[in-house]
């Protein structure tokens, strides 16, 4: 079973909040439900949610019976049936090997699986009040819950002795994978701490439960709280038909029909801060969004931050580790925090630097405008696209009509079945837990084999984190029966007007092409256990598949076949197509500083240790101390970092998303000395050594099995533009 102990409660995700390439996704994946255990009887599910997942497809998840009034009766009953299983497994008076142990683990905890992904999913999607006021209080509980697993002495003497058995060398490499994951994880999680050691890090973990709970209903909060109205059309100035549509469409969502509303989310701020020429605007919707979490008010998150710092700070030296950071990173493939900084910092200098050719070239257009301002944070993107008009004759309202959703959507199916022999169908046959979402069975082209689910939830609404993840809702196995699985992609494009295409940025459809490699990577998963299923990786290797992916958005096949026009259905032209190509490492400075000083920041504070930190001042003396160029802010400010702060999820992981597009650019490469990006044969060595395998290798090994040897950055900053500097290969190479 994948081990949900070790995961923060409710559903597991992997996230992006935006440019899928710069940008995130925070949580450990998500068990793998299926059949009951067989060693110890199911609970009775008078509560449907704790009935088996029953109907096609192997079983889906029971949807239209959710009620959040259930969850706490049916989170209570799946805990008692999964200590019940642990128990038989850890008083079994046969001696411990692989099948009474470990496998029997694997087996355990199926239904509490299956409830804790219907938790997630509410909580991710459908957040109400209600639910809020369930999450707060089970929170801590399901902290106790995990800290409980771990400190089972019974349990982990099993686990420990079949790790250390000299028999181990018998087991299949599959299985020794696998005994090496359940131990170094009950390890980490303090199975060999003393009594008073493991009474105090229980109470700071149920204290961190609580803590990322309000964190990220106060986010949540202050992004639902504010807003900006445009009363007129002189508020509009500048606005395409797209962003106007959707604006007007937010407002009568709203109850205010014949207004326009800038909603406090990435989709929504992104395009107003772009094509608004009404700067006093710009600048309201750009302090809104920056200050989620800061506003000195009762959702304020810097008083929570110091106290989650001190915590993790405290937690790491109880498990003997000097800080959260090397903790954190001992089983990455960086290793340490070292390897990490070197990196970042590798690509931190060049990136500033073209930050300030950047906003010299802004400047001057703006000094030409006569528009006599200096650039400031509200202006970059209004400005960056002045520049890329000017330098490429490349402009995104150009680019956007081309880039509907749902023929994008079809574009990600086709390259799924070019790379990886993937067909998508529709199906309606399953119930949903929202009428936005949509649901695609998967099969092999080649067999008609059943692969998994694919579901779609496209759309902001009230009560869903902004951002972009994937979700597992079952994971793949085979140890006990064939099991497929179930998969996600959820985003926040704004819905519009009803019957017309919804226009997306060309941004935006890179971080659909993102997530969608993450629910490939899921799909592609050909292993025994479900603990190694899938994404079930280290954090900084998770976002490999996912960012390789989206360097298929702009290939001609898929271009000149599912980019078309929203009203004349004609294709995007191919001189249009070229000045995409020109303009590929356009902007690269701010997109890259965006995002690394979020990575660094984050890296940072983890390795200040147990200090008391202010998080604003931290935030701030840090980026003075990094040369923070002063027209950029970080993508996640600290007090609405929620892959940080809403779990531990990528906490002092943030770096992640540089180390995997190292790996990315390397690999594309892969693809480009070959017979390009649709060569079959590299797309079967990455689908056999990289996509299908999960964790049942060391990711540094299958990537040596794709590439045939280790990626330095020089690919990487080929990728950004960026020179490459001659120590690059030996120096900082993941």
């Not at 008073?196 to 204290?207: E, H, M, P, S, V």
């Not at 060049?350 to 930050?355: D, L, N, S, T």
């Not at 190694?532 to 290939?555: C, I």
């Not at 004609?570 to 070229?578: E, F, S």
Request: proline share 6%; with cysteine.
């Amino acid at each position: 079973m994948r081990n949900l102990f070790f995961a923060s409660a409710g559903v597991a995700a992997l996230v992006s909040s935006g440019c899928a390439t710069t940008s995130p996704e925070p949580r450990p994946e998500v068990a793998a439900p299926a059949a009951p255990s067989e060693a110890v009887a199911p609970v009775a599910p008078q509560i449907p949610l704790l009935a088996k997942w029953s109907g096609p497809h192997g079983g889906v998840p029971p949807f239209a019976q959710v009620k959040v009034d259930d969850f706490k009766p049916a989170i209570s009953a799946a805990m008692d049936e999964y200590r019940r299983e642990l128990a038989a497994i850890a008083s079994n008076p046969a001696a411990p090997d692989f099948e009474n142990t470990l496998a029997a683990l694997e087996n355990a905890g199926r239904t509490y699986a299956n409830v804790e992904t219907l938790y997630g999913i509410w909580g991710s999607s459908l957040s109400s009040p209600e639910f809020q006021a369930v999450e707060r209080e089970m929170a801590p509980r399901f902290a106790a819950f995990e800290d409980e697993v771990t400190q089972n002495e019974g349990l982990f003497r099993r686990i420990e002795a079949v790790y250390q058995s000299p028999d181990k060398a018998k087991l299949s490499p599959e299985q020794q994978r696998l005994a090496w994951l359940h131990y170094t994880r009950f390890v980490r999680s303090g199975a060999k701490l003393d009594a008073a050691a493991k009474t105090r890090l229980g109470a700071i973990n149920q204290r961190l439960a609580s803590l990322y709970t309000s964190f990220s209903q106060h986010v949540l909060g202050d992004e639902e709280g504010y807003t900006v109205v445009l009363e007129s059309e002189a508020d509009l100035a500048g606005l395409p038909d797209s962003v106007r549509a959707g604006a007007a469409a937010a407002a009568e969502a709203r109850g205010q029909k014949g207004k326009w509303i800038i909603t406090n989310t990435r989709s929504s701020m992104e395009p107003f801060l772009t094509y608004s020429s009404r700067r006093d605007l710009r600048e309201k919707v750009w302090r809104n969004y920056v200050n989620r979490g800061d506003n000195g008010d009762a959702r304020d998150n810097n008083a929570i931050i110091s106290e989650v710092l001190k915590l993790r700070a405290e937690r790491a030296k109880l498990l003997g580790y000097a800080t959260h950071a090397h903790w954190r990173l001992e089983n990455a493939m960086a290793r340490t925090p070292e390897r990490a900084m070197e990196l970042m910092e590798a690509v931190w200098k060049p990136a500033v630097a073209r930050v300030r050719e950047e906003v010299a070239d802004m400047q001057k257009v703006a000094d030409k405008e006569r528009a006599k301002l200096k650039i400031e944070p509200w202006d970059y993107r209004f400005y960056a696209e002045k520049v890329r008009k000017a330098k490429y004759d490349l402009d995104q309202n150009e680019v956007k009509p081309y880039l509907q959703l749902e023929k994008l959507r079809e574009g990600m199916f086709w390259v799924a079945g070019e790379l990886l022999g993937f067909a998508f169908t529709p199906v309606t046959d399953v119930p949903v837990y929202h009428p936005d979402v949509r649901v695609w069975e998967v099969k092999d082209q080649a067999t008609g084999r059943h692969v998994g689910l694919w579901y779609f939830d496209p759309y902001a609404r009230p009560g869903k984190r902004s951002g972009a993840w994937m979700n597992a809702y079952r994971n793949q196995e085979r140890f006990r029966g064939e099991v497929t699985t179930i998969v996600s992609n959820n985003s926040n494009f704004v819905k519009g007007t009803p019957g017309e295409a919804v226009l997306i940025s060309w941004e935006d459809a890179s971080t659909l092409f993102h997530e969608f490699g993450h629910a490939l990577h899921g799909l592609s998963s050909s292993v025994t256990y479900p603990s190694l299923a899938g994404t079930s990786v280290a954090r900084d290797y998770v976002e490999f598949p996912s960012q390789l992916l989206e360097h298929w958005l702009a290939t001609p096949e898929v271009l000149n076949t599912f980019a078309l026009h929203h009203q004349t259905g004609k294709p995007i032209p191919q001189a249009l197509v070229a000045r995409i190509e020109k303009a590929a490492t356009f902007n690269q400075g701010f997109g890259t500083v965006e995002y690394l000083s979020s990575a660094l920041v984050d890296m940072k504070l983890h390795l200040a240790g147990d200090v008391n930190i202010d998080a604003d001042a931290f935030e701030r003396d840090t980026l003075k101390a990094l040369g923070m160029p002063k027209e950029i802010v970080m993508r996640h400010r600290t007090p609405q970092f929620g892959h940080v702060f809403a779990s531990d999820g990528y906490s002092a992981g943030y770096y992640s998303y540089l180390w995997s597009d190292t790996l990315t650019a390397d690999a594309f490469e892969g693809f480009t000395e070959g017979k390009g990006a649709y060569d079959k044969a590299v797309a079967e060595k990455l689908r056999k050594s990289v996509f299908a395998v999960g964790n049942t290798v060391d990711p540094a090994e299958g990537y040596r099995a794709f590439r045939g040897r280790d990626a330095g950055i020089n690919a990487l900053m080929r990728k950004r533009g960026f020179p490459v500097p001659a120590a690059a290969q030996t120096k900082s190479q993941p």
